[in-house]
């Protein structure tokens, strides 16, 4: 959280980028070749050539097959990998890959008309595709992928561009993947069942049946259907399919939804709270300990838990000498009044450094294990999840419902995705939110170190305004979650963040737009949420060396909304 990497330089890619994620192809025809020679990387590097030495091939993680490619950026390149690719004039192509990683590219040059190109944020396998048109003397064109400046290595695999023959040689065609295995339920509320499988080789995209009849398709190997009756059991297959056809669906499971309740946890934080980040650490804000925290907080999330030697589990340890000698025993007795005066005390997860990864189920439960044992030794009331550098939504998910059954309905779950990762439903971060929505507490999106983005509206949006908050939460209150799991994160200061700060005044005037529409800029949402939870900001130690000035101002307009 503090010192966040500044987007701002990848602003203009992404905002042209993002519109074009839409743009997505039909299936190709059925006299149609793959024109890319080893695309799934069989091969080593054959074929394909990559700066500065950047690329080279892996076994794991991989889409299909025994290898895919990992390109490196390092310095002023960003690791691109391409291939020409022999083609026929006037002729439409499909280009398609799978990739992974924090900012990952697909394109197509040379094309003679519009060259194209879309990315992807996640961090698990997604399927990039566009289609392209070749010009009347184009025999030719280069297909290509790259990450990006100052991010970590990606991945990519099982290229594809399917069309006519270009009589340059290409791969097999596919065949019709195998039936998935390994079909089970990772989780149930009372109106959903999720599910998860293995994957398939080959396969491009996965068939959800519920009752023999196909209720949804998906990409990767889990799925939610939701929009079921509480108390009831349903039977679901899957299949998986590519452009040569769909497989036989699995065998069936069942999934009983639970008993109707309430929705959401958190116990009994305030429907309209305030959440601020209480600082282990001494970066020039000023040192508080926990009694010193301004009352307006509801939530405080204690950053940061520290990973560990073990795969997905985090320990905490009080920076008891930068804290001025602050004791453990001083810190649980402090929680513990903090707690008795009505307010929340969780342990956050990431932060800008962090590098915890929750990628299997051995991870998860590693996780909700050492999450939960923090919780009894400090006295913590939940989690916060803050992961900056990707995070799984199939094993996330678990982990976190695993922790909410030791700890129970009272369990605090928040979490503090950047700008990029709620653009889509697709992206990891909104998948996990959606998958655990009946035991999430609050969404609190940074609205800083952002650079534009998009609104739901379909338009651009520069942060720092009224406009990049409201268009921005109406994301994720139009992409189902609940009104009362949207918050909105800002800086405490001009000191809390790299950019991105706004007056409190700015923030209260989204929060009256976005609940009763009223304050509103050139954006106006087509209906008030007026359950909106609230506002989170970083940190309380930066609001402290302001005087308090952003919670003074901002924590007495959500108390009364």
Same mark, same amino acid.
């Given at each position: ?12 890619? $992404? ?54 490619? @990992? ?27 799978? $990739? ?6 697909? =394109? ?84 959903? $069942? ?7 080789? =080959? ?10 009849? @196909? ?96 795969? =997905? ?249």
């Amino acid at each position: 959280m503090p010192g966040r990497r500044w987007a701002g330089a990848l602003a203009a890619v $992404v905002t042209a980028s993002v519109l074009s994620l839409t743009g997505l192809a039909g299936q190709a025809q059925a006299a149609d070749i793959n024109n890319v020679k080893n695309g799934g990387f069989e091969s080593g590097l054959s074929n394909w050539t990559c700066s500065a030495g950047s690329g080279a091939t892996v076994s794991s993680p991989v889409h299909g097959g025994s290898a895919a490619l @990992k390109g490196t950026p390092a310095g002023q390149d960003y690791a691109q990998c391409s291939q020409s690719v022999a083609v026929k004039p006037n002729s439409t192509y499909t280009l398609s890959a799978w $990739v992974q990683g924090s900012y990952t590219y697909l =394109g197509v040059n040379g094309t003679g008309t519009t060259d194209v190109s879309t990315w992807t944020p996640n961090t698990t396998w997604t399927q990039l595709t566009n289609t392209f048109s070749t010009g009347a003397s184009t025999t030719s064109v280069t297909v290509w992928t790259h990450g990006w400046y100052g991010q970590p290595g990606y991945f990519a695999d099982d290229f594809s561009v399917f069309g006519p023959d270009g009589g340059g040689g290409g791969d097999p065609a596919p065949t019709v993947p195998a039936t998935p295995a390994g079909l089970a339920v990772s989780g149930t509320t009372s109106s959903s $069942v999720s599910l998860a499988w293995n994957t398939v080789s =080959g396969a491009t995209g996965y068939n959800v049946y519920r009752g023999g009849s @196909k209720v949804q398709s998906v990409s990767g190997t889990s799925a939610t259907v939701s929009g079921l009756t509480a108390s009831t059991s349903y039977a679901f297959q899957v299949s998986a399919t590519n452009s040569a056809g769909e497989s036989a669906k699995s065998s069936a499971v069942t999934g009983t939804t639970a008993a109707s309740g309430g929705g959401g946890g958190g116990g009994t934080v305030p429907a309209h709270a305030v959440t601020g980040y209480w600082q282990n650490f001494n970066n020039g804000a000023t040192v508080q300990k926990l009694s010193a925290v301004q009352s307006q907080y509801d939530i405080i999330a204690v950053a940061f838990a520290d990973a560990t030697s073990t795969p =997905g589990a985090v320990s905490f340890t009080l920076d008891s000498a930068g804290l001025g000698g602050y004791t453990v025993d001083q810190f649980k007795a402090d929680i513990k009044a903090k707690q008795a005066a009505g307010k929340k005390v969780i342990i956050s997860i990431g932060g800008q450094n962090g590098t915890i990864s929750v990628s299997d189920s051995t991870s998860a439960t590693n996780f909700a294990n050492s999450v939960y044992s923090l919780m009894q030794t400090y006295g913590f009331d939940g989690v916060d999840i803050d992961l900056e550098n990707g995070l799984n939504a199939t094993y996330m998910s678990q982990a976190l419902r695993s922790l909410s059954a030791k700890a129970g309905s009272s369990l605090v779950i928040t979490m503090a995705p950047q700008t990029i990762d709620m653009q889509s439903t697709s992206n990891s971060y909104f998948q996990t939110a959606l998958n655990i929505k009946d035991i999430l507490t609050v969404v609190n999106m940074q609205y800083y170190n952002s650079g534009s983005m998009l609104g739901c509206d379909g338009k651009v949006y520069s942060q720092g305004s009224v406009d990049f908050l409201t268009a921005l939460a109406c994301i994720q209150l139009q992409g189902g979650l609940d009104a009362s799991q949207v918050g909105l994160g800002l800086p405490a200061s001009t000191s809390g963040a790299g950019s991105g700060y706004v007056s409190p005044t700015i923030v209260n005037n989204a929060l009256d737009c976005l609940t009763k529409l009223t304050n509103c800029g050139s954006f106006k949402p087509s209906k008030a949420y007026p359950g909106l939870r609230g506002a989170m900001t970083w940190s309380t130690n930066w609001d402290a060396s302001a005087g308090n000035a952003w919670s003074n101002a901002v924590g007495p307009h959500v108390h009364a909304l």
